[in-house]
C-alpha cells in the first residue's frame, strides 16, 4: 500500500486561525488544546485541502475569518512515484479556486489527488439528519474511488436540474428526460448499491465496541441487475406522474433515495443513543478508510476529531496506533497527558488558533 500523506500544512484566516505552518509526520500527529481554540479547525483544514469543502458546514465562506476576505489552505502532499505536489484551495464571498503547484485549474482536475476521511461529532448528522446526509456520505466515497462515479453523479445532477425546469413549464419535453434520467438514475443507483455493499463489507469485519452488527443498505437497489433497476425507476415514474406535475419537480430517483443505518436491525436515526451514534460513525469512517486502502492501493489522510472522548485511554492510543500504521492521522483531544502517552507521532500544542510544536 501507499502511503499518501501532506508533509506540511499551511493556514491562512479559517475561522478563529490568522496563520498556522506545521510540518507534519506521515504517522501521528496529535493536536492538543482547550475547547474552541481551533483544532478542529486544523483538521477541517485538510478536509478543504483534500474535497474542497467543510465537514462542518455546507457554507464554505463560514471558514472565512471575521475580518478576512479569504481562507487559504496550502500543503504540500507527499506520494510514492510522483514528485511532491503544492496543493492549495482558496475561499472568498466569490467562490472556491483551486491550485496546484501555484497554477489554477478546475475543480476536476484538481480532485483526486488527496482525500481525507473524517471522524467528528459535527458529522452526527449523517446518523440523524436528513436522508440527504446518508446519499452525500455514501456519494463522496464512492466518487472519491471512482472519476467515472464523480462524473455520472454530476450528470445526475444536471438531469435532474433539466427535467425539474422542464416540469416547471409544464412539461412538453418530459418524456425525452425521462429516458435520459431512467438511464442515468439506474446507473447511479446500481454503482451506489455496489459501494454500499463493499462498505457493508468493511463494516461487518470492523470496528464493533459491543459487538453489534452495524448495517448500511439501500431499499430502492435491491437488484444488482442494472436492466431490472431501469425498469422499477420507470415504474417508479409512472406512479408519480401527477405528484410531479402539481409538484412541478422529480419526485423520485437516487436523489430521493433512502439509506438505511441500522444497529441490530433497528434504524439508528430513531433508536440509537447518543454514544452507539457516535459509536456508528466512527465504525463508518474506520470502513471507509479500509475500503479506500483496499480498492486505491493508497492510503486517504485519517482525521479523527476528539477520539478519546469516544474510547477509553488503552482503545483510543490502540485506534491511533493502528490507523497510523497505515497512513496518515491527525487527531485532536483536550488531554495532553493522553496525548504524551501514546507514545509517538508529532505532538502540537493550539491555543487561541495558534499552532506550536509541543
Known amino acids: 500500500m501507499e ?3 501532506v508533509e506540511r500544512l499551511e493556514v491562512r484566516d479559517l475561522r478563529n486561525i490568522r496563520a498556522a505552518e506545521v510540518e507534519l509526520e506521515p504517522g501521528l500527529n496529535v493536536f492538543v488544546g482547550r475547547n474552541a481554540q481551533g483544532k478542529t479547525s486544523l483538521l477541517e483544514a485538510v478536509a478543504l485541502l483534500a474535497r474542497g469543502r467543510s465537514f462542518r458546514t455546507e457554507r464554505i465562506q463560514q471558514l472565512i475569518r471575521r475580518g478576512a476576505e479569504t481562507t487559504r ?3 504540500v502532499v507527499v506520494e510514492p512515484r510522483r514528485h511532491p505536489a503544492c496543493l492549495e484551495v482558496e475561499v472568498s464571498a466569490g467562490g472556491r479556486r483551486w491550485r496546484v503547484d501555484g497554477g489554477d485549474v478546475t475543480a476536476g482536475t484538481y480532485q483526486g489527488r488527496l482525500d481525507a476521511v473524517v471522524y467528528s461529532t459535527d458529522r452526527l448528522r449523517v446518523v440523524h439528519g436528513a436522508m440527504r446526509e446518508r446519499r452525500s456520505f455514501l456519494d463522496r466515497g464512492a466518487a472519491a474511488l471512482s472519476p467515472p462515479y464523480r462524473r455520472l ?3 445526475y445532477e444536471r438531469v435532474v436540474r433539466q427535467r425539474n425546469a422542464c416540469l416547471d413549464r409544464g412539461g412538453r419535453d418530459l418524456p425525452a428526460w425521462d429516458e ?5 438514475g439506474a446507473s447511479l443507483r446500481h454503482r451506489r448499491a455496489g459501494y454500499a455493499s463493499r462498505l457493508q463489507a468493511a463494516l461487518a469485519v470492523g470496528y464493533r465496541p459491543q459487538g453489534e452488527v452495524y448495517e448500511v443498505a439501500l431499499p430502492q437497489a435491491p ?3 442494472e436492466a431490472a433497476l431501469r425498469q422499477h425507476l420507470a415504474e417508479e ?10 409538484a412541478r419537480r422529480t419526485l423520485v430517483g437516487p436523489h430521493r433515495d433512502v439509506v438505511q443505518l441500522n444497529i441490530d436491525g433497528v434504524d439508528a436515526a430513531e433508536h440509537a443513543s447518543s454514544g452507539q451514534a457516535r459509536s456508528l460513525l466512527l465504525a463508518l469512517a474506520l470502513a471507509t478508510l479500509e475500503l479506500y486502502r483496499a480498492e486505491r492501493g ?3 489522510v485519517a482525521l479523527l476529531d476528539d477520539l478519546d472522548s469516544e474510547l477509553d485511554e488503552p482503545r483510543a492510543a490502540q485506534l491511533c496506533r493502528e490507523v497510523a500504521a497505515r497512513g496518515q492521522a491527525l487527531v485532536t483531544t483536550a488531554h495532553p497527558g493522553w496525548a504524551r502517552r501514546l507514545g509517538l507521532g508529532r505532538i502540537f500544542s493550539v ?3 495558534r499552532v506550536t510544536a509541543a
Open 237 to 246: 415514474l409512472a406512479s408519480r406522474h401527477r405528484d410531479e406535475q402539481r
Open 298 to 300: 493508497a492510503s486517504a
Open 351 to 353: 491555543d487561541e488558533g
Open 73 to 75: 489552505a496550502r500543503g
Open 223 to 225: 437488484e444488482t441487475d
Open 180 to 184: 435520459r434520467l431512467v438511464e442515468v
Open 3 to 5: 502511503r499518501v500523506y
Open 153 to 155: 453523479l454530476r450528470e
